[in-house]
């Protein structure tokens, strides 16, 4: 994607959270992108200096400061193909809510399964996952 138009996935998505929803504030993007509000703002950084969103200050408080695209971005966003969120992203944000808990529960065993060969030294640390698929398949 970097190659075709010089901005990165989570640009594209940042253009397109704003496409979809102009005058969110800069905390709205970073919630739906599921980032921290820094890197949500460095990202908004080098897209204004890129000229693709502005910034526009509130009419009646001018303290809130929301983000709108530029002619240059909507172009940008016109010629990008793809999804606006990466498949995972979408996915995760479409399933309900207690199967989201369920795999939280499962993926939060695996972690602790995973403490003793967090160790680069440890021999499973450097066999692929295929590899062990393939031998528990064989058996």
Known sequence: MHKQTGLSGAQLWFLR???????LTLGQVAQRQAI?????????????R?????????E????LTRLQLTEAGKAALAETPGPARGVLQELLLTMPQDELHQL???????VN????????????AQTPLATLLDDQAED
């Open 17 to 23: 959270e704003v496409a979809a929803d102009p005058g």
């Open 36 to 48: 921290h509000q820094s890197t949500a703002s460095n990202q908004l950084e080098k897209l204004v």
């Open 50 to 58: 890129r000229g693709l969103v502005q910034r526009v200050k509130g």
């Open 60 to 63: 009646q408080d001018r303290r």
């Open 104 to 110: 939280d529960t499962a993926l939060a065993a695996v």
């Open 113 to 124: 399964r995973l403490e003793p060969w967090l160790d680069h030294e440890h021999p499973a």
